[in-house]
């Protein structure tokens, strides 16, 4: 158990709507990154909050957008969703302000996109 | 940008045999994460390397960070089923936590 927590745990969607996923952090971590997985691949960075604001972006269009609250939580939002963005999402999250804090992941929320 | 290649991609031994998963570098690696990936689920953490030559241990399983820190290997000795999953090796290239990740090695122990 790492103390981070992710839902739904699974969500189907068709092509063009839109998603919000969510992920609750570890008491005490104040930064939260976003990955993508895709089947058979490692995953690949999102974007990351600290004290609700982006601190960083990978490759990932507009559409993909974050919110980050006091309370520790956060979100994911995809918009047009497209079938590619089906993959797992995985939330971390880890003490800011310490470049060397391990990341602790929760368990991710499986999206297919029909 | 910094990319990870893992060797295996997959690997299939018999429980009770020695294995090795090497993850390279396109770049100096300044902090490297080893994690546990059971399929479909999220990440554990098992170890992170900083220093060239550094080597740790947690259980049956070793890491180390090679000396001119491009290259770390991940070393499983007598190896049982629950090591079973996908092994995950992630740089850190800007000290951000922002995390570069290899494609995983798939690890399946027979009984």
């Known amino acids: 158990e790492t103390g981070v927590t992710q839902s739904p745990t699974h969500l189907i969607k068709t092509r063009g709507q839109q998603v919000t996923l969510r992920c609750s952090s570890q008491?005490?971590?104040?930064?939260v990154s976003w990955y993508q997985q895709a089947l058979g691949q490692g995953p690949q960075f999102i974007f990351q909050y600290y004290r609700e604001e982006e601190n960083g972006r990978g490759n990932f269009p507009p559409r993909f957008s974050g919110l980050q609250f006091p309370n520790y939580s956060s979100e994911l939002n995809v918009n047009a969703l497209e079938l590619d963005d089906s993959a797992l999402y995985l939330c971390?999250?880890?003490?800011?302000?310490?470049?060397?804090?391990?990341?602790?992941f929760g368990p991710g929320t499986r999206l297919t996109v029909l | 940008s910094q990319e990870l290649e893992q060797s295996p991609q997959s690997l299939i031994v018999q429980e009770g045999k020695n294995l090795t998963i090497n993850c390279t570098s396109s770049?100096?690696?300044?902090?490297l994460y080893w994690y546990k990936q059971k399929y479909g689920e999220g990440l554990i953490f098992l170890m992170m390397?900083?220093?060239?030559?550094e080597e740790k241990s947690h259980e049956k399983i070793t890491a180390k960070l090679d000396e001119k820190k491009q290259q770390s290997s991940l070393h499983i000795t007598a190896s049982q089923p629950s090591h079973a999953g996908i092994y995950l090796c992630g740089a850190d290239p800007n000290a951000g936590n922002m995390l570069t990740f290899g494609g995983g090695t798939r690890l399946m122990v027979k009984p």
């Open positions: 390397l900083q220093k060239g030559g």
């Open positions: 971390a999250s880890n003490r800011g302000g310490h470049n060397t804090d391990t990341q602790y």
């Open positions: 770049k100096t690696l300044y902090g």
């Open positions: 008491s005490g971590h104040n930064t």
